[in-house]
């Protein structure tokens, strides 16, 4: 199910759940600005479990997000999963696309690209459902 090619494979037992980066859809990816070389470089994925849940998986190097304390001193490279609401899910997406806007055409992104149709079918729907 995974598209990653050079994807980790990353479990998590969360309230009685177990969150599966390889038996999950990737969403949306998204690569931070710096270079991979440069410490502060990361990657994100947003995945939704085969039962509807969202979550992030993360990988970067030390002063990342995903930095994590070396064995001897200092920060090095990680990676993380972490279970998101679907409103925590929304708002990584919309924060995500307003990273992009400038540089990206959002709205012809083909997945997992982020863009607004995926958003649309995927938050706009649902809230709408919400309010009936």
């Known amino acids: ?3 990653r090619k050079d994807f980790l494979i990353m479990q ?3 309230e009685d759940y177990l969150y599966d980066t390889e038996n ?11 270079f991979p070389s440069n410490f502060n470089y990361y990657k ?3 995945y939704q479990a085969p039962n509807g849940k969202f979550f992030l998986y993360g990988e970067g190097n030390g002063s990342s997000p995903y930095g994590c304390p ?3 001193s200092g920060m090095e490279a990680g990676a993380d999963l972490r279970p998101l609401t679907f409103d925590e899910a929304k708002k990584w ?3 995500t696309l307003d990273k992009l806007y400038r540089v990206d055409d959002i709205m012809d992104g083909e997945d997992p690209e982020p863009n607004y149709p995926t958003y649309c079918r995927l938050f706009k729907k649902n809230d709408e459902k919400e309010k009936e």
């Open 1 to 3: 199910m995974n598209q």
């Open 12 to 14: 998590r037992l969360y």
């Open 24 to 34: 999950s859809k990737i969403i949306a990816e998204y690569e931070s600005r710096f």
């Open 44 to 46: 994100e994925w947003l």
């Open 70 to 72: 070396a064995y001897d």
């Open 93 to 95: 997406y919309q924060n």
